[in-house]
């Protein structure tokens, strides 16, 4: 009953209403030029504030909340002023996470990412990192930075940007969301992740690249029991739009968690994008069907390849238990199949809603997550056939760096791009009342976003980023950002002590665990990789 009432008059927009009403008493009581037409002048134009809100293309949260929107823009006016008290009333109760909305903000809008007066960062403070600069800088050509995807058994490699759109969702992203990601992908010529919702019509529209994401649902290649449908997969694979195929076994924000978009919400959009039945609640299991053994993943890879003609496919995955992901490299190695890359998602990510206990608790970071995995290739001799991707808080240059100086061959962001749609950070994502429209399928809502100008702003969010990164390899007496390494970022361990990151993270040698003896190695080497098989992820 209350969601009829809100479509037909939205509470949002209460605050216009009041005006035109006052405006209107105010008119009644009009004499000369008195009390009655200050506030006939007042509310008159206070109404017509309103109707140019409901009117601009650029901002979403005044489309959505006119008049009273404007409350929020006054208080981030006078923030130099109240730092303290944004710090401290910050929904994530970090400077860090305002500094980086701010900051893609800025990029997305094209206004200048410039600050004056220094580092508001505290220096000494312990797990402070910065880059190292050369006194020989280089100069690049282009910030169009580059890394081809494509193992020995791909037919079809893509020249993949090293910043790209991460898992959403149609269904957790509104309609006008998706489209702007894959408008602004289209013209910036990088890659957007479908997410585990399958390839909708609003990610076909505009013809941005697609990293088509396949997760324990099988959204859009299954059956009606829910079970890998091969022509289904096929049909959608074969699409010239699809470049890369991505098996996701967990996700940084509920790893070893299922999910449930519940009936009321799977729209007949969402239901088409999905395969799923209409108003029926949409089960995503904790685990996979298609296979239940490191070796049957393996041969799963290889079928999916196989079927969408050759193109990169691989997998996503927060690391978990370490002797599971080295069961999975043992069946590499043991049926010569490999995925042609890996995504390494940071259990610090995640853009929607997730029980907090899995949101804080479960799953290892990017950096410990990312390093296994890299040293581990490297360990068996396998690092150079397959790509590595990672996510998790990543929206910066130096975020974007720092990743790949651990072992990323390329970064994938989802808040970024969110905050380049507008995003405020509500955390409101589950409730679908988005205040910008971006996570909502409330048709009234998601008209706020106005696609053309979130377009845009996803590609100067994406160039703009490129160009902060291209002037760190510069900075760096470099030529690309693949070549940054552990040995160029520093971190403060405390007061008086700085250590390379080279220096603090572990190190394995190529082909070290391909010899008889690995107890030489960090201890996660030595003790669970003996005891990892191939034809199962638990230990022996």
């Not at 008049?67 to 929020?72: K, Q, S, T, Y």
């Not at 890394?147 to 993949?160: D, H, L, M, N, R």
């Not at 050759?310 to 010569?336: D, Q, R």
């Not at 990323?408 to 995003?423: E, I, K, Q, V, Y």
Request: include cysteine; glycine fraction near 10%; proline fraction near 5%.
């Amino acid at each position: 009953m209350l969601e009829r009432l809100n479509a037909l008059y939205p509470v949002r927009y209460t605050a216009l209403a009041l005006c035109v009403l006052g405006a209107l008493l105010s008119l009644f009581t009009l004499v000369g030029f008195g009390v009655g037409g200050l506030y006939f002048l007042l509310f008159t134009g206070l109404s017509a504030l309103g109707w140019r809100d409901l009117r601009q293309t650029r901002s979403s949260l005044l489309r959505n909340y006119p008049v009273i929107g404007h409350v929020r823009f006054m208080l981030e006016k006078i923030r130099p002023e109240m730092r303290q008290y944004f710090i401290e009333s910050d929904n994530e109760a970090t400077p860090f996470s305002r500094s980086q909305r701010s900051l893609a903000y800025a990029r997305a809008k094209g206004e200048t990412d410039k600050r004056p007066f220094g580092t508001q960062l505290d220096v000494q403070a312990d797990g402070h990192e910065w880059l190292n600069h050369s006194l020989a800088p280089t100069q690049i050509a282009s910030h169009d930075f580059r890394v081809t995807i494509g193992g020995p058994a791909c037919t079809q490699p893509y020249e993949s940007s090293v910043f790209n759109i991460s898992a959403m969702s149609f269904g957790a992203l509104s309609a006008h969301a998706i489209q702007a990601l894959n408008a602004g992908a289209r013209r910036g010529g990088f890659a957007h992740d479908t997410g585990e919702g399958s390839i909708s019509a609003w990610h076909r529209l505009h013809g941005g690249d697609l990293i088509w994401e396949i997760g324990s649902g099988y959204f859009g290649c299954r059956d009606e029991a829910g079970l890998f449908n091969e022509d289904k997969f096929k049909a959608h694979a074969l699409e010239p739009q699809v470049k890369m195929i991505e098996v996701k076994l967990s996700q940084g924000a509920k790893p070893g968690h299922g999910g449930v978009l519940p009936g009321p919400k799977v729209t007949p959009e969402i239901a088409a994008a999905r395969g799923v039945p209409t108003g029926v609640d949409c089960v995503s299991p904790a685990a996979h069907s298609a296979f239940a053994t490191p070796m049957e993943l393996l041969h799963f890879i290889a079928r999916l390849r196989t079927l969408s003609g050759g193109k990169p496919t691989g997998f996503k995955l927060c690391i978990g238990h370490p002797w599971e992901w080295f069961a999975i490299v043992k069946a590499m190695l043991e049926t010569g199949i490999t995925p042609d890359f890996i995504v390494v998602d940071g259990a610090e990510g995640g853009t929607g809603a997730a029980p907090l206990e899995f949101t804080d608790h479960v799953g290892a970071p990017l950096q410990e997550g990312l390093r296994l995995v890299h040293n581990t290739l490297v360990g068996v001799n396998l690092r150079d056939r397959i790509k590595l991707g990672a996510s998790g808080k990543i929206v910066s240059a130096f975020d974007v760096a720092r990743a790949i100086a651990i072992g990323a061959d390329w970064c994938n962001s989802a808040r970024g791009f969110m905050f380049a749609l507008g995003c405020i950070q509500a955390q409101s994502c589950h409730t679908g009342q988005c205040p910008t429209g971006v996570t909502t399928q409330d048709p009234i809502r998601q008209q706020a976003l106005v696609v053309p100008d979130k377009a845009v702003r996803v590609f100067n969010f994406h160039q703009q980023t490129l160009h902060a990164l291209q002037e760190l390899v510069q900075a760096a007496g470099l030529q690309h950002p693949g070549e940054i390494t552990a040995h160029h970022i520093v971190r403060r361990v405390n007061e008086n002590d700085v250590r390379l990151l080279a220096t603090l993270l572990p190190e394995v040698p190529a082909g070290a665990l391909l010899q008889a003896s690995v107890k030489d190695l960090h201890n996660v080497y030595a003790y669970y990789w003996p005891q990892a098989r191939a034809d199962r992820f638990g230990l022996i």
